[in-house]
């Protein structure tokens, strides 16, 4: 699917898939851990045969810094430890591109390094934003890695009502790592 033929269509779907998802009453969600910090939920993905997890915490930092984090940037590569690359392909607009990432193996290898190209998409959400992605269809493979897929994932990030210096974070996520491992085994690292 090189070079989409309507990002901003394509951004769109996307970004209303995340808020659909945002949307979902709690009675659907099943609470798979919770720390002083964070919470993480389960329900089956509608998307593929998996589960989408959301995790959810405050940050203490503003909304724009939170999200620089997270979108493609200099500051992912900083504190994401596994991932091992991040290249911009295709750039459509200045919050839109298709970036391809690489993360390191797992268990002395015994999980191969995976490559993702991700259509990702940050867009205003209420008093913050929203940072979303999809995994696309790309041709250009590179053998020493097993090609990962993220079906609609994103995070929301806005500034809490009382503090505004800390941010709240609600994170969806539901990907399919592909290659040789059970999903069973993914859904179980993701609690």
């Known amino acids: 699917m090189e070079g989409l033929p309507d990002a901003a269509a394509f951004a769109t779907k996307l970004k209303n898939t995340l808020i659909q998802y945002h949307s ?21 993905s509608e998307e593929f045969n998996g589960h989408l997890f959301k995790a ?12 620089d984090h997270i979108r493609p940037g200099p500051c992912r590569l900083d504190w994401d430890s596994l991932m091992t690359s991040l ?27 995976r490559e993702f190209v991700d259509f990702s998409y ?16 790309w041709s250009e493979k590179r053998p020493e ?17 009382d503090i505004p210096n800390q ?10 790592l592909r290659g040789m491992i059970p999903q069973s085994a993914v859904d179980t690292a993701m609690e």
Not at 56 to 67: H, M, Y
Not at 146 to 157: D, S
């Open 24 to 44: 979902i009453e709690d009675d659907k969600w099943r609470v798979v851990k919770k720390t002083k910090d964070v919470t993480i939920w389960r329900k089956p």
């Open 56 to 67: 959810q915490g405050v940050i203490d930092d503003v909304v724009n810094s939170v999200i």
């Open 87 to 113: 290249d911009i392909l295709e750039h459509f607009e200045e919050n839109c591109c298709v970036m391809r990432y690489t993360t390191a193996g797992q268990l002395l290898n015994i999980i191969s390094p």
């Open 122 to 137: 940050t867009v205003g959400y209420k008093e913050g934003l929203l940072s979303c992605g999809i995994s696309l269809d």
């Open 145 to 161: 890695f097993v090609r990962g897929y993220n079906h609609p994932c994103g995070w929301f990030c806005v500034p809490l009502k």
């Open 167 to 176: 941010s709240l974070l609600t994170g969806y996520i539901q990907t399919d």
